[in-house]
């Protein structure tokens, strides 16, 4: 699904543009179930992006088999991942837990590499917000072992963040060190969004800061330019955290 596609060196769009752009789209109709489906998702995880957390709860994103049955195996791991992330930042992790494990047993026989890689990437959200570093990192592996395999080591680029934010917030900071060194690495070929939040870590590893706060994360979010553009294609490329629609 692809929304009309906008000249990417446009400095004029905004996250408020990608969120009346996803607003329009669940008001306009006759429209399929799984478009409307996967625009509640983005919608999500534009508020999401800006800290509103309960307008994000507001949103109704439970998508039916025949909107499931319209959409790629990349777009429904993708919605579910959104709704297990908003789950975890509202603090409820027993409703992110049931959402995830779902996730990961749809996937398991999944022969689309890109869904399988977001379901591993959800568990590792949930498994670094709750601390459990250890299998944090075996799943990190997981995921690395998997996209290696298909020759496709930037669907390890959402990974990698959560796992530097953890190991960041746990006080390893040499370890830390060693991951955004990779993630340098992948920061100009991953889309804009996922390289606005590796310049963000790059960026306050040199002030000697560490981590990134959530005011840095909501600022770059509102101000980065085409950012509109870019939080509705990044899902295909996931992430995690945005693809496009088409009419």
């Known amino acids: 699904y692809e929304i009309p596609k906008r000249d990417r060196s446009s400095d ?16 306009t109709g006759p429209g399929s179930q799984g478009r409307d489906a996967w625009a509640s998702a983005l919608l999500i995880r ?10 994000a709860a507001r949103v109704e994103c439970a998508p039916t088999e025949a909107a499931r049955d319209e959409l790629d195996p990349q777009l429904n791991a993708a919605i579910d991942a959104t709704a297990a992330s908003l789950s975890i930042e509202r603090g409820d992790f027993f409703r992110a837990g049931l ?4 996730l990961l047993a749809d996937t398991a026989s999944c022969s689309d590499v890109v869904a399988r890689a977001v ?5 590792l959200r949930l498994l670094a917000a709750i601390g459990d570093l250890a299998a944090a990192e075996e799943r990190l ?8 395999a298909a020759h496709a080591p930037l669907r390890a680029a959402d990974a990698l963040i959560v796992w530097y934010d953890a190991l960041h917030r746990a006080g390893r900071i040499q370890e830390a060190r060693r ?8 920061r100009r070929v991953v ?8 310049d963000r870590r790059l960026k306050s590893a040199q002030r000697g800061e560490g981590g990134v706060t959530r005011a840095e994360v909501r600022a770059s979010v509102t101000a980065h330019s085409a950012v509109a553009v870019d ?7 996931h992430v995690c955290t945005p693809v496009t629609f088409r009419n």
């Not at 408020?16 to 008001?27: G, I, K, P, W």
């Not at 959402?99 to 779902?102: A, K, M, N």
């Open 12 to 27: 004029v769009c905004s996250s408020d543009l990608a969120e009346s752009l996803c607003r329009a789209v669940l008001v």
């Open 179 to 186: 991951v955004l060194t990779r993630l340098g690495r992948l």
């Open 46 to 55: 534009i508020l999401c992006a800006q800290e509103r957390f309960d307008e």
């Open 191 to 198: 889309p804009r969004v996922l390289g606005a939040a590796i």
């Open 141 to 148: 592996q997981s995921i690395t072992n998997l996209v290696r």
């Open 119 to 123: 379901a591993l990437t959800a568990h």
């Open 99 to 102: 959402g995830i494990q779902r």
């Open 231 to 237: 939080l509705i294609q990044i899902g295909r490329a």
